[in-house]
C-alpha cells in the first residue's frame, strides 16, 4: 500500500506541495462534514471534532506540548511517536494521522486526548487542563508528515 508521507524525504516541488496541501485541505472539509452529521450531543467547542487549536502556534507552545507528551504519553506512543518499543499497549504510531482511527483534526487530536480513544488509550482529562491538551495537539502535528501541519504553522511562526 503506497503510503503518502514516504514521499517526504523526496524534495517536493512548489506545485507538488500545492496540491497536496489542496487535498489535504479537502479532504479535512469532508472529516469535518462526515463528524459534524455524527455529532449527537453537543459538548461544546473543545470537544467539536472540526474545532481548530485555539492556541496560536508558536514554537514555545510546541515545547509545552513536548514537555506534556514526554511526561504523560511516550510511556506508550514512544520517545519519537511511534509506538516501537511498547508491546503491552498496541499504542497508534502518532506520526502516521493515515492509520489514525479517530480523526486527524485537531479538534479530534484533542478529544481523543482528553476523554481517551478506544479501549487502551486512557482519558488525560484529571492529568491535563484544555491549554495543557492543545499545546500537545501543535507537538502531536509537529511529528506527522507536513501536510497536516500546515494548517496550524504559519510560514513564520514566532
Ligand atoms: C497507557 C498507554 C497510553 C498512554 C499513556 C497514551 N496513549 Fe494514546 N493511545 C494508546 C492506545 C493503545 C491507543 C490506540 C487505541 C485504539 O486504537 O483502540 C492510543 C490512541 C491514541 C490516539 C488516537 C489515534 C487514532 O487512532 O485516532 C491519540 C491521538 C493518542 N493516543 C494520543 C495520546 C496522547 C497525546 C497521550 C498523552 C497525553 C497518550 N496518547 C497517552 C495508549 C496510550
Redesign the pocket.
Known amino acids: 500500500m503506497q503510503r503518502g508521507y514516504t514521499v517526504r524525504a523526496i524534495p517536493m516541488t512548489v506545485a507538488t506541495r500545492a496540491l497536496r496541501l489542496a487535498t489535504f485541505l479537502s479532504l479535512g472539509l469532508t472529516a469535518a462534514a462526515a463528524g459534524q452529521s455524527e455529532a449527537s450531543e453537543d459538548t461544546g467547542p473543545a470537544d467539536d471534532p472540526a474545532a481548530v487549536n485555539p492556541t496560536p502556534y508558536t514554537q514555545a507552545a510546541e515545547k509545552r506540548g513536548r514537555t506534556?507528551?514526554l511526561r504523560?504519553?511516550q510511556?506508550?506512543?514512544g520517545f519519537d511517536g511511534r509506538?516501537l518499543e511498547?508491546i503491552d499497549?498496541?499504542?497508534?504510531d502518532?506520526t502516521d494521522p493515515e492509520?489514525?482511527?479517530?480523526?486527524?483534526t485537531d479538534g479530534?487530536?484533542f478529544r481523543?486526548?482528553k476523554h481517551?480513544?478506544?479501549?487502551?488509550?486512557?482519558p488525560?482529562e484529571a492529568?491535563?487542563d484544555d491549554a495543557e491538551?492543545w499545546e500537545?495537539?501543535h507537538y502531536?502535528r509537529s511529528l506527522g508528515p507536513e501536510e497536516y501541519r500546515a494548517a496550524a504553522e504559519p510560514e513564520n511562526p514566532p
Do not use: K, Q
Not at 492509520?99 to 486527524?104: E, N, P, S, V
Not at 481517551?116 to 486512557?122: Q, R, S, V
Open positions: 506534556h507528551y504523560h504519553c510511556i506508550c506512543h509506538a511498547n499497549f498496541e499504542a497508534t502518532l492509520r489514525w482511527r479517530f480523526g486527524t479530534d487530536l481523543s486526548t481517551g480513544a478506544g479501549l487502551d488509550m486512557p488525560f492529568e491535563l491538551i500537545l495537539v502531536l
